[in-house]
């Protein structure tokens, strides 16, 4: 049976349109999201599981929009989850991003620390909120 172990949230922004960040670098990692969960307790087969949500406004061309998650606090630490959203050229109104993922067996270490990047391919993205991280973690 599953046994819950801790659960964190990292809220940037509660609502839509509540800030306006632009990403001025193309391809290149922006944090919005960093988490740490205590791993006191944690049994065999550790896993854990994230959501979050990011709302961007694209400008009026095709844009690629990246999610990533790496286990640590830098752009180059290992990633555990990663996609990305392609958005057309009529699309006016800000996009929500939503997405789950998770991270099987992470070496257990006193705290582990998670951090979620935005990457845009196109100029003129910006982000609008709401954003939102959360992860928990459970162990057998």
Do not use: H, K
Not at 20 to 33: D, H
Not at 57 to 72: D, E, H, K, S
Not at 90 to 98: C, D, E, F, G, T
């Amino acid at each position: 049976m599953s046994q819950f172990i801790d659960s964190r949230t990292s809220q940037n922004a509660s609502t839509s349109n509540s800030i306006s960040i632009p990403i001025l670098l193309l391809n290149t990692p922006q944090l919005f999201g960093q988490i740490g969960l205590l791993t006191a307790g944690v049994g065999p087969n550790p896993r854990v599981v994230f959501s979050g949500t990011i709302s961007v406004q694209v400008p009026l061309a095709l844009a690629g929009i990246t999610i990533r998650i790496v286990r640590g606090t830098a752009p180059t630490d290992p990633i555990v989850y990663s996609a990305t959203s392609t958005f057309d050229l009529s699309l006016l109104a800000p996009q929500i991003i939503n997405f789950t993922a998770t991270d099987f067996n992470p070496p257990v270490t006193p705290q582990l620390t998670y951090s979620a990047y935005v990457i845009s391919n196109l100029l003129g993205t910006i982000r609008v909120g709401p954003e939102t991280f959360n992860g928990q973690l459970y162990s057998d």
